[in-house]
């Protein structure tokens, strides 16, 4: 990514929602937008936040199911890049994998696929694809 001229961009960005547990207060700059520098940017908040949002609704529609998951893990990955109208989000890869006793492969594939459509980052985020694998651990 391209430096900006003058000073190097920085700021610490401090998060809450209609909870208001203003648990996030992080620093974030173009370092480490770049990967080479303290902080996080952006992107990783988008990542972080569609990560949780999907676990959350998974394990929500789970016990929902009467099959609590005793496990559940989501990574997400935002794609970012440089298109003729600018730095844009192009992909959101998200992987969910989970440990939940007593269902069985199609139930979990289409609670998981439940949960990616509808979780609230999601509906957020909705014009940007998303590829989405979910695994049933043993």
Excluded: Y
């Amino acid at each position: 990514m391209p430096k900006p001229p003058g000073p190097e961009p920085s700021a610490t960005v401090a998060a809450a929602s209609s909870s208001q547990s203003g648990a996030l207060d992080a620093p974030f700059s173009l370092k480490a937008r770049a990967a080479d520098g303290p902080g996080t940017n952006p992107e990783e908040l988008i990542a972080g936040a569609h990560a949780g949002c999907c676990s959350m609704m998974l394990s929500a529609l789970l016990t929902g199911l009467g099959k609590p998951a005793s496990s559940i893990h989501t990574k997400a990955r935002v794609q970012l890049e440089k298109l003729e109208a600018g730095f844009t989000i192009t992909k959101i890869i998200l992987a969910t994998e989970a440990s939940v006793p007593g269902l069985t492969a199609a139930e979990f594939a289409q609670a998981a696929e439940d949960a990616k459509k509808n979780c609230p980052v999601s509906r957020a985020l909705a014009a940007v694809p998303v590829e989405f694998t979910a695994t049933l651990l043993p």
